[in-house]
């Protein structure tokens, strides 16, 4: 792995799960307990993901049991997580420091806390922080806002395509992981 190249970024946003840390959720079990709820519910399952999971018992009006289903594997997952090496370079970085996730905000800050990382990051930005999750970019620009800089400034630092669809709509540059 590289080190992110930085230099003229005024801001760094960093995802989480993937990227600093590897939370233990076990998504298949999280995804199962999802399609019994909606089916429950009424609702046919079988071909959605997780996030598709949510958005469909949001649609259902039990979105708010489905993401406390989530959260709480999340912060289960976030209290047993593993620091990844890229969280090193988080701590070393000497520009303001932020964390964007479609993970639930209190599992990212215990995340935060669990690797020593939370006095070095100045703006927090889980689910539940702002109504829309990523690939919207609100969840990003509520993070930079936060930071006080602008958005054209900022590195947006993740592991998957939303991650890189997130910068773009928001306007932040972009680096893989």
């Known amino acids: 792995m590289t080190e992110t190249d930085a230099s003229d ?6 995802d989480l799960d993937g990227t600093l840390v590897r939370l233990a959720v076990d998504w298949e079990d999280v995804e199962r307990r999802l399609v019994d709820l909606l089916e429950r519910e009424g609702v046919d399952a079988d071909p959605l993901s997780a996030w598709d ?5 949001e649609d259902a009006g039990i979105g708010d049991e489905a993401d406390e ?17 890229l969280a090193d370079e988080l701590v070393e970085r000497e520009v303001p420091v932020g964390v964007c996730s479609l993970n639930h905000e209190e599992a990212v800050r215990i995340a935060l806390d ?7 990051v100045e703006s927090v930005v889980g689910r539940g922080t702002v ?5 919207h970019p609100r969840a990003l620009l ?3 806002e936060e930071l006080g800089v602008d958005p054209k ?3 947006f630092v993740g592991d998957s395509k939303s991650d890189e ?7 932040t540059r972009f680096e893989w992981v």
């Open 9 to 14: 970024a005024t801001a760094v946003v960093y």
């Open 53 to 57: 999971l949510l958005s469909a018992a």
């Open 69 to 85: 289903l989530i959260a709480s594997a999340e912060r289960d997952g976030a209290a047993a997580s593993e620091r990844l090496p």
């Open 114 to 120: 669990r690797h020593d990382l939370s006095a070095h």
């Open 131 to 135: 109504p829309e999750r990523k690939p």
């Open 142 to 144: 509520a993070a930079v």
């Open 153 to 155: 400034d900022v590195l």
């Open 165 to 171: 669809e997130t910068a773009e709509r928001a306007g």
